[in-house]
């Protein structure tokens, strides 16, 4: 053999080399950063100065983390499965430029389950006495999925105290039925209303084995439904998690075991929105207002929508709006999450209009 073959051989067995060592260093970094992500975005938020607190309203206790006062305040309203902690990511920036009030609704998180103000407009008002009474000022209201409906009541129910209103891809109109019962934001609300009339107990379970949701993962379904139900038999049970899948998808399984299946059911029924009246409550709305329309798309079978909103309900909502600022967003339904630096970018060009349409 030549020497040139062997300089040759040589090289490709240490650039062989190097690219495993690579490739093991990636998937130790990836399979890490999905089992402790949340850890490092907590310690990132109590580093910023946030803390938790408790407020009492109607004799019912709203949970919520304030952050330093360093500008107007801001209240940001998560939607169904997930809690406060779920702006963790964001809530560092957020805080240089507000002073942020984050909550957990009824029925999610440390929170009381209070299932007779599971609507939105009972929640909604609970939530305006706590705008009214905790932060005691105008106040630039963020809601992402139902806690966009919720911000949508807000404003509407005392817009003296909505600075601007910013809603996060909130399921307008698709939440409504028949729309609702084609839409995957109905998975969940079926099977909270079917596990509350079953013997089961552990709903987290009995969640991830009946869920449309993962079927989406094709063969790979099966192994994480096994994984999941192994997580749930341990003693204490666990927390539902995947190493080999993104924070984005193990978010939305973090808190199940804090969340109330009665809320779901509202929806399922359609007691949630008894009073509220989607069109009517956006031709309505008075302050500057920000609506995102995040992705989505239709399941291989062209009937169930993957999303919160399709191109039509986002546009019939931009013109009910009275001088939206309509924002497409190239993310998934959870933007603070998935693009955190986009989303607090959006909310602070939101926050600082001074006029509607301005």
């Not at 942020?100 to 009824?106: E, H, K, L, S």
């Not at 998180?109 to 939530?127: I, Q, T």
Request: charged share 20%; hydrophobic share 40%; aromatic share 10%.
């Amino acid at each position: 053999m030549s020497p040139s073959w062997r300089t040759t051989r040589a090289v490709a067995a240490s650039l062989g080399a190097a690219l495993i060592a690579g490739l093991g260093s990636a998937i130790t970094y990836y399979v890490v950063r999905n089992r402790t992500y949340w850890i490092h975005d907590r310690r990132a938020a109590s580093a910023a100065g946030f803390i938790e607190r408790t407020a009492w309203v109607d004799g019912a206790a709203l949970h919520y983390a304030e952050g330093p006062d360093n500008g107007p305040p801001l209240l940001l309203i998560h939607g169904q499965m997930v809690d406060w902690t779920t702006y963790l990511r964001t809530l560092p920036e957020l805080s240089q430029h507000f002073h942020v009030f984050a909550v957990d609704c009824y029925g999610h998180g440390r929170s009381d389950h209070v299932p007779e103000r599971y609507s939105n407009v009972a929640m909604g008002r609970d939530l305006t006495e706590f705008v009214r009474t905790e932060i005691g000022e105008p106040t630039v209201v963020s809601g992402n999925s139902s806690g966009g409906l919720l911000a949508i009541q807000i404003a509407n129910e005392a817009p003296d105290l909505v600075r601007s209103l910013i809603l996060e891809d909130p399921p307008l109109f698709s939440s409504l039925y028949p729309r609702f019962a084609h839409t995957a934001g109905h998975d969940l609300p079926r099977i909270a209303s079917e596990f509350l009339t079953s013997e089961a107990s552990d709903f987290p379970a009995y969640y991830v084995k009946r869920s449309a949701f993962l079927e989406l993962f094709g063969d790979l379904a099966p192994r994480m439904i096994r994984s999941a139900l192994a997580q749930r038999a341990a003693r204490p049970p666990r927390t539902i998690r995947w190493w080999y899948m993104p924070p984005a998808l193990n978010e939305m399984f973090r808190v199940l075991d804090l969340y109330d299946p009665r809320f779901g059911e509202a929806f399922y029924t359609g007691a949630w929105h008894e009073g509220f009246d989607h069109a009517e409550a956006l031709a309505t709305l008075s302050v500057p207002t920000v609506l995102m329309h995040a992705n989505w798309q239709m399941d291989q079978e062209g009937t169930t929508l993957l999303g919160a909103m399709d191109d039509e309900e986002a546009a019939r909502a931009r013109e009910l709006i009275d001088g939206v600022d309509f924002r497409r967003v190239d993310a998934g339904h959870a933007v603070h999450f998935e693009k955190p630096s986009l989303f607090t970018d959006i909310v602070t060009q939101g926050a600082f209009r001074t006029q509607r349409g301005a």
